[in-house]
C-alpha cells in the first residue's frame, strides 16, 4: 500500500531541505511511499531547491502552481496527484515532526480493523508558538468544537492522516483544510486524536494575520455548520451488481464464423 505525504509550501525555501530529510529518516522502514509537494506560487527559490533535492530523492514528486491559492487549494491540488490510498499531511514551515507519521499510520490501519475511522488527527500537546497565537487558537478551536461538534480539540494542526476515498467525498471550498475532521464525520467517518509533537519554526514567517483568520474563520464555521445541518447519511441495505453492456454482448455467441455486428461505437457525456 503506497503512503503519500502531501506537504502545500508557500516560500518555505529555508524549512524544506530539514523537512524532506527527516521525512526520509522516519518513512525509511515503509515499503513504499511517495511525497508530493506543493509549491504554491512562491517568490523565493522554493522550485530550485526542490529540484536540487529530488535529484537525490527519487520519492519526491514536485507539483506547481502558477500563482498562490492558498494552502487548501494547494491540499487539493497535492491529494489529487497522490497516487496514495492513505495520506498524511504535513505544513511546510517545519512545525510538524514527520516522525510521528508511522504511529499515525498504524493506527488508522490497525482502527480501520474493527471501526469506520478514516482519520487520525494531530493533536498539539504543546504548541511552540506566541502567547497571543496560542490564546487566539485555543478561543477558535472551542468555538469551533462547540458549534460543530467534531470532536476534535485541534483542527487546525497540520498533521494528519487519512484515507484518500475520504477526502475525495468532501466538498471543497476555501480553508476548507482547518475543517477536516468536521468534513470526515459529515461523510459517515470516524476521527481519532493523536497527541504529536510541536516544533518552534526555525526559518521564515507564518503566513496567517491573525485578526484576519479571526474574521474569515466566523464565516467558514458558519457554513460548514450549514453543511453539516444539510446533510443525510444514506445506510445501503441493497446494491444489486453494476449492469454492464459490454459483458452481456461478450457472452452472446453465434454459430457462423463471421460476426453479425460490426464495432459499435458510442458516445459518453
Not at 480493523?113 to 478551536?141: C, F, H, P, Q, Y
Not at 476515498?165 to 482547518?178: D, E, K, L, T, V
Not at 445506510?235 to 452481456?248: F, H, M, P, Q, S
Request: net charge positive; proline share 4%.
Amino acid at each position: 500500500m503506497l503512503l503519500s505525504v502531501v506537504i502545500p509550501a508557500h516560500n518555505e525555501s529555508d524549512n524544506l531541505p530539514q523537512l524532506l530529510q527527516e521525512i526520509q529518516v522516519a518513512l525509511s522502514s515503509v515499503d513504499a511511499f511517495e511525497v508530493v509537494v506543493v509549491d504554491d506560487g512562491s517568490s523565493d527559490n522554493t522550485q530550485s531547491v526542490l529540484n536540487d533535492i529530488q535529484a537525490d530523492f527519487p520519492q519526491l514528486r514536485i507539483v506547481k502552481h502558477g500563482s498562490s491559492c492558498g494552502q487548501s487549494t494547494a491540499l487539493m491540488t497535492g491529494v489529487d496527484a497522490a497516487g496514495g490510498e492513505i495520506i498524511a499531511t504535513l505544513d511546510g514551515d517545519g512545525q510538524n515532526d514527520p516522525a510521528d507519521i508511522p504511529g499515525m499510520v498504524a493506527l488508522l490501519l490497525k482502527s480501520r480493523e474493527t471501526d469506520e475511522v478514516r482519520m487520525i488527527a494531530g493533536v498539539r500537546a504543546k504548541r511552540k508558538d506566541s502567547r497571543w497565537r496560542l490564546i487566539s487558537s485555543r478561543i477558535a478551536n472551542g468555538v469551533r468544537s462547540r458549534i460543530l461538534q467534531d470532536g476534535t480539540p485541534d483542527s487546525g494542526c497540520g498533521i494528519k492522516v487519512f484515507l484518500k476515498q475520504a477526502f475525495a467525498i468532501m466538498p471543497r471550498f476555501n480553508h476548507m483544510h482547518r475543517f477536516l475532521p468536521a468534513l470526515v464525520v459529515r461523510g459517515g467517518g470516524k476521527v481519532i486524536s493523536y497527541p504529536v509533537n510541536h516544533r518552534v519554526r526555525t526559518h521564515g514567517k507564518s503566513h496567517y494575520d491573525t485578526l484576519r483568520r479571526l474574521m474569515v474563520g466566523i464565516v467558514d464555521i458558519m457554513g460548514v455548520a450549514w453543511l453539516l445541518r444539510r446533510n443525510k447519511l444514506a445506510i445501503v441495505e441493497r446494491l444489486d451488481a453494476v449492469y454492464d453492456e459490454r459483458t452481456n454482448l461478450d457472452s452472446i455467441r453465434f454459430d457462423r464464423s463471421t460476426p453479425v455486428h460490426g464495432p459499435v461505437r458510442r458516445a459518453v457525456a
